[in-house]
């Protein structure tokens, strides 16, 4: 934003720190010894402070004058899990002596154990459970945060949790974008018949959409969760109501599942450990991007490491999430999963800063 001599009075003035911009393809945009103001919500001077207009300091209504640090840009969390109900973490030793994640969903555990406890809670118990993780959330600096159901699997259940999304927004005063996962896990009372869960899940998606309560349409494309026939109907179903998607795609096994979300244009493909060549092609030409949860790959113990390179090869824009859920990523930081990125996917801070921002943005359209 350039200095403008004609700057009106400013309700708030920041000087005295450095700001990441990030208006660049690379590096952080930096700009030493600048300042920031606003005015009526939105931003109204970003620059030097010695480009700062004549008299726009005396007359901004709040000035605050900072002794050094970084300004960035809101951090943007663009896949989470925060509204559940009771925690898994007994899963942790299991892994501990050698139980994989397939194996522990095959049991019983994983997302159903956590789908039994969200039923059994209230609107109101459920919305404090969650409100505590996703107020750690804020207060690491996440502005906006996308939220997903799927700890449901029934439609009054799955109508609770976005019920819930959208109340944390409202009280913590940050933007909160909703995803309809009804195409998470099998719930016990379909027995094997995934087919018939779809059925129920595409009849449920319209009346939430009708509520409000849906912004965009995800789907857990694997072995242990559902083919990508099953997840084609989900999108073709989403596409029809107007609907953006996005993927858990290619976590556990390739099964194409990022190819699948980039022919219906989607907004994301989000774990892609296992995205073959022709998904990060597809993925390149459809604008998709590419969400790295380094907290999943973490505590999962994972070596399997997302194509990093074809991604940057091919013009993939990365985003970095915490994927906050309680078996397998219980972050509450998404700082913490920016470094666990630049650990573990060796991206540069400045990229995975970008991740956390304008890519995390970008990936919720």
């Given at each position: 934003?350039?200095?403008?001599?004609?700057?009106?009075a400013?309700?708030?003035?920041?000087?005295?720190?450095?700001l990441?911009t990030?208006?660049?393809?690379?590096?952080?945009?930096?700009?030493?010894?600048?300042?920031?103001?606003?005015r009526?919500?939105?931003?109204?001077?970003?620059g030097s402070?010695?480009?700062?207009?004549?008299?726009?300091?005396?007359?901004a209504l709040?000035?605050?004058?900072l002794?050094?640090?970084?300004i960035?840009?809101?951090?943007?969390?663009c896949h989470?899990?925060?509204?559940?109900?009771g925690d898994?973490a007994?899963?942790?030793?299991?892994r501990l002596?050698?139980?994989s994640?397939e194996?522990?969903?095959?049991?019983?555990g994983?997302?159903?154990?956590t789908v039994r406890?969200?039923?059994?809670a209230g609107?109101d118990e459920?919305?404090?459970?969650?409100?505590?993780r996703?107020?750690a959330?804020?207060d690491d600096?996440?502005t906006?945060?996308?939220?997903k159901?799927?700890y449901?699997?029934?439609?009054?259940n799955e109508?609770k949790?976005?019920?819930?999304?959208?109340?944390?927004?409202?009280?913590?005063?940050?933007?909160v974008r909703?995803?309809f996962?009804?195409?998470?896990?099998?719930?016990?009372?379909f027995g094997n018949?995934?087919?018939?869960?779809?059925?129920?899940?595409?009849e449920?998606?319209?009346?939430?959409?009708?509520?409000?309560?849906?912004?965009?349409v995800?789907?857990f494309?694997?072995?242990?969760?559902?083919?990508p026939?099953?997840t084609?109907?989900?999108?073709?179903?989403s596409?029809?109501?107007?609907?953006?998607?996005?993927?858990?795609?290619?976590?556990l096994?390739?099964?194409g599942?990022a190819?699948?979300t980039?022919?219906?244009?989607?907004?994301?493909?989000?774990?892609?450990?296992?995205?073959?060549?022709?998904?990060?092609?597809a993925?390149?030409?459809s604008?998709?991007?590419?969400v790295?949860?380094?907290?999943?790959f973490h505590?999962?113990?994972?070596?399997?490491?997302?194509?990093i390179?074809?991604f940057?090869?091919?013009?993939?824009?990365?985003?970095?999430?915490?994927?906050?859920?309680?078996?397998?990523?219980?972050?509450?930081?998404l700082?913490?999963?920016?470094?666990?990125?630049?650990?573990?996917?060796?991206l540069p801070?400045?990229e995975?800063?970008?991740?956390?921002?304008?890519?995390?943005?970008r990936a919720?359209?």
């Amino acid at each position: 934003m350039k200095p403008n001599s004609d700057l009106p009075a400013l309700d708030g003035l920041v000087v005295g720190a450095s700001l990441a911009t990030l208006d660049e393809d690379a590096g952080y945009g930096s700009i030493v010894d600048g300042a920031l103001g606003w005015r009526d919500g939105l931003l109204a001077y970003v620059g030097s402070r010695s480009g700062l207009p004549a008299g726009a300091t005396a007359s901004a209504l709040e000035v605050i004058e900072l002794d050094g640090g970084w300004i960035t840009p809101g951090l943007v969390d663009c896949h989470s899990h925060v509204v559940f109900a009771g925690d898994r973490a007994a899963e942790f030793e299991q892994r501990l002596h050698g139980a994989s994640y397939e194996e522990i969903a095959r049991n019983g555990g994983g997302i159903v154990s956590t789908v039994r406890a969200t039923r059994a809670a209230g609107e109101d118990e459920l919305l404090a459970q969650s409100l505590t993780r996703a107020r750690a959330l804020r207060d690491d600096g996440v502005t906006t945060l996308e939220i997903k159901s799927g700890y449901g699997l029934d439609f009054d259940n799955e109508r609770k949790m976005l019920r819930v999304a959208r109340r944390i927004g409202l009280a913590l005063g940050i933007s909160v974008r909703t995803t309809f996962l009804g195409a998470h896990a099998l719930p016990p009372e379909f027995g094997n018949d995934t087919d018939g869960y779809i059925d129920a899940v595409l009849e449920w998606l319209p009346r939430l959409h009708a509520e409000g309560l849906v912004d965009a349409v995800d789907a857990f494309c694997e072995s242990i969760g559902f083919t990508p026939a099953q997840t084609r109907r989900v999108f073709e179903a989403s596409r029809a109501l107007g609907l953006p998607v996005k993927l858990h795609a290619d976590q556990l096994s390739d099964l194409g599942g990022a190819a699948l979300t980039a022919e219906f244009g989607g907004l994301s493909a989000d774990h892609v450990e296992h995205t073959s060549l022709e998904g990060v092609r597809a993925m390149a030409a459809s604008g998709t991007v590419a969400v790295l949860l380094p907290g999943a790959f973490h505590v999962l113990r994972e070596t399997k490491l997302p194509p990093i390179d074809e991604f940057r090869a091919h013009g993939v824009a990365m985003a970095v999430a915490t994927d906050c859920n309680p078996g397998t990523s219980p972050l509450q930081s998404l700082r913490l999963a920016i470094a666990l990125a630049c650990t573990h996917f060796r991206l540069p801070p400045d990229e995975a800063l970008r991740g956390a921002t304008a890519h995390g943005a970008r990936a919720l359209g």
